[in-house]
């Protein structure tokens, strides 16, 4: 992997779809202590560059008994950003991470956003794995500055 990692700026609306019980955390990073792009307890907040996007990212989460969801609006400031879509990291970034977990094996994705914590990033566009047309953006720093509620949040169904 290049050592040189190019960060640009990002300012726009991005989605959030969680439990409607966590509605007052929607600026907060995930509980889990492992997922595609943090392990070790990092910092991560996942979210999409567009609704449509966010209800891909979840689908695979989504079960039948699960309690009622949400879809927030959030509002991203941030100076340094890596941008992976568009690169040869983008496809080899869409591995099922949880497979390798599975394994008893790190996920593969971690060394690119290891990186780019590294490199001072605050978060990372990437592409959808599903969908490489839609984008997603995972945050590294979530604070006031950052990351704000954009709007009211509304009721998200999983067959919509």
């Known amino acids: ?21 966590l509605a007052k955390q929607a600026c907060k990073p995930v509980g889990s202590p492992i997922g595609r792009f943090h392990h070790s307890e990092q910092v991560a ?9 966010a209800g891909v990212a979840i689908k695979r989460y989504v079960k039948p008994d699960d ?3 949400i879809i927030v609006p959030l509002n991203i400031v ?7 879509r568009n690169t040869e990291l983008s496809s080899r970034a869409s591995v ?4 390798c977990i599975e394994n008893g094996e790190p996920a593969p994705t971690w060394v690119y956003s290891d990186s780019a914590r590294k490199s001072g990033a605050q978060g990372m566009l990437y592409a ?3 969908r490489p047309d839609l984008t997603h953006f995972v945050l590294f720093e979530v604070s006031n500055s950052i990351v704000k509620q954009a709007g009211e949040s509304k009721v998200w ?4």
């Open 67 to 69: 309690p009622g969801r």
């Open 96 to 99: 099922v991470w949880q497979d």
């Open 45 to 53: 907040l996942y979210t999409s560059c567009t609704e449509e996007g």
């Open 128 to 130: 959808s794995r599903s």
């Open 78 to 84: 941030a100076d340094r950003v890596y941008d992976i």
């Open 1 to 21: 992997m290049n050592n040189t990692i190019e960060l640009i700026p990002f300012t726009g609306l991005v989605w959030r779809i969680m439990f409607a019980d």
């Open 157 to 160: 169904n999983a067959n919509q």
